[in-house]
């Protein structure tokens, strides 16, 4: 058995335990993070959640799809999935290390590409 399957796997086991003990609480949590690595799979991953919703952190980008009460998210890290390009004209001011001193510094922001936005927007 991969790990792929071992996680399936615990996950019915799971939901088995959880049905058949009632006295037993459920977790806080409702929501399933997965961090994909491969940004050649970007599109795939995509189209596979079907219809879903894009997310944008400070730091990822993502899909995620609900199932029931349990939502599903893929990240991927910015640098991975999106190119960063400055945004004409606009600055942002930023402290040096003293705290005292201010910079201006190009502001960016990140450009997905299309096939993203398309493969999650059905």
């Known amino acids: 058995m991969n790990r792929r399957q071992e996680f399936v796997a615990g996950l019915r086991e799971l939901a088995d335990f959880l049905e058949s003990t009632p006295e037993c ?3 806080k949590t409702r929501t399933i993070n997965v961090t994909c690595t491969d940004e050649a799979k970007i599109a795939e991953v995509a189209r596979s ?10 730091w ?4 995620r799809r609900k199932f029931g009460s349990i939502t599903f998210q893929v990240h991927w890290w910015h640098y991975k999935a999106c190119k960063k390009v400055p945004v004409p004209g606009e600055k942002e001011v930023q402290y040096v290390s ?4 201010k910079r201006e510094y190009p502001k960016f922001k990140w450009v997905c590409p299309p096939s993203f936005l398309r493969a999650c927007c059905k």
């Open 98 to 101: 003293t705290g005292y001193e």
């Open 49 to 58: 959640l079907g219809r879903c919703e894009k997310f944008d952190y400070e």
């Open 60 to 63: 990822t980008i993502g899909l």
């Open 25 to 27: 609480p459920t977790p």
